[in-house]
């Protein structure tokens, strides 16, 4: 938010018009063989402009056209961005997979965010909690760690650390070290296709991985997954994409079928969807339970908290909770 003239301003969400003016901010082509484009849109008249960053597939002497894969918003007086803003409806919907956690009361102390984009989801996230103390981010790209510092405030800090590197391997590391509070995987591109998913790449989307990301978490700690069916050569539905349903069907199996929790947000305004789940009991160490851990309390208060995300994130689509069966 900006203090203006004595009242507290906040950007409201950019819809395209005829208005609507873009600048070119920077393109490059990076050294996977696609484009990154970012650009400033905004209104005759606003005080906030919206900056989006795009990757493009290069074909020949032509980029292809494709969605927005990062976005925050910009002072126009100022050119600064609005930390701990996000203007994506499914980065709020990853956000509340926090309120998931069974130590919702407690703000996260370990976090890592697979995937930096122009880091608007690691920037809410070291904004809102100033007492995490470690949030990891890997991303595989060199150029898009630059593209974020210089363009959407993404700052090295004694509490964000940006590994460029692996997000598999990463996962697997953090399994032999500290447990994390919460996993938030955002990977993957409208760029290629591979089993009928943009996002997440297949790598992630296999048992094994989502096995490795559930043992990741300390018990009770939280799992947010972003899927976005494919966009090449056309786009995909949601309720049409079998691999989303595919990998929605192994997630629930992997996080309820231990004794935790899954669910999915989808969200109207994209075809997004969020994959959430929590770590249970089933593969940790049996210790003394309360009443509020039996199973029937555990379901109430997720169908509560589902019913608080869907406010708080401005998630205009259904939830759909999966049971362990």
Do not use: W
């Not at 906040?10 to 819809?15: G, V």
């Not at 007492?131 to 974020?148: Q, Y």
């Not at 998913?197 to 991985?209: F, M, Q, R, Y």
């Not at 559930?214 to 056309?234: C, D, E, F, Y």
Request: with cysteine; aromatic share 4%.
């Amino acid at each position: 938010a900006l203090e203006r003239g004595g009242e507290l301003q906040s950007p409201k969400p950019l819809r395209l018009t005829t208005r609507t003016s873009k600048r070119l901010v920077e393109r490059r082509r990076s050294r996977h063989g696609y484009e990154i484009v970012v650009e400033d849109m905004h209104e005759s008249g606003a005080v906030f402009a919206c900056r989006t960053l795009h990757f493009h597939l290069i074909r020949g002497d032509s980029a292809s056209q494709a969605v927005v894969e990062s976005a925050a918003h910009v002072c126009m007086a100022s050119g600064s961005i609005v930390i701990g803003d996000l203007a994506l409806d499914y980065h709020r919907a990853m956000l509340c997979a926090l309120a998931f956690r069974s130590h919702v009361l407690q703000a996260p102390r370990r976090v890592a965010v697979l995937g930096l984009g122009g880091a608007s989801l690691v920037n809410a996230i070291a904004y809102l909690f100033p007492s995490c103390n470690t949030i990891d981010v890997v991303e595989h790209d060199a150029d898009v760690v630059d593209i974020a510092t210089r363009h959407f405030g993404a700052r090295l800090s004694p509490r964000v650390h940006i590994i460029i590197g692996d997000a598999r391997e990463y996962i697997r590391s953090t399994q032999r070290g500290a447990l994390l509070d919460a996993l938030f995987v955002d990977v993957g591109s409208s760029l290629t296709v591979t089993a009928g998913l943009s996002a997440p790449p297949p790598s992630l989307t296999v048992a094994d991985a989502l096995r490795d990301m559930r043992s990741s978490v300390r018990v009770g700690g939280v799992v947010a997954v972003n899927v976005l069916p494919a966009r090449q050569p056309r786009a995909v539905p949601l309720d049409d994409s079998p691999a989303a349903a595919q990998l929605a069907s192994r997630f629930a199996r992997e996080f309820a079928g231990s004794g935790g929790a899954a669910c999915m947000l989808t969200i109207s305004s994209d075809d997004n969807a969020i994959l959430i789940g929590t770590r249970g009991t089933g593969d940790a160490p049996k210790t003394r339970s309360s009443s509020s851990d039996n199973p029937a309390s555990l379901a109430s208060r997720r169908r509560h908290l589902a019913s608080t995300c869907n406010a708080i994130a401005a998630v205009r689509g259904p939830m759909d909770l999966f049971s362990p069966d």
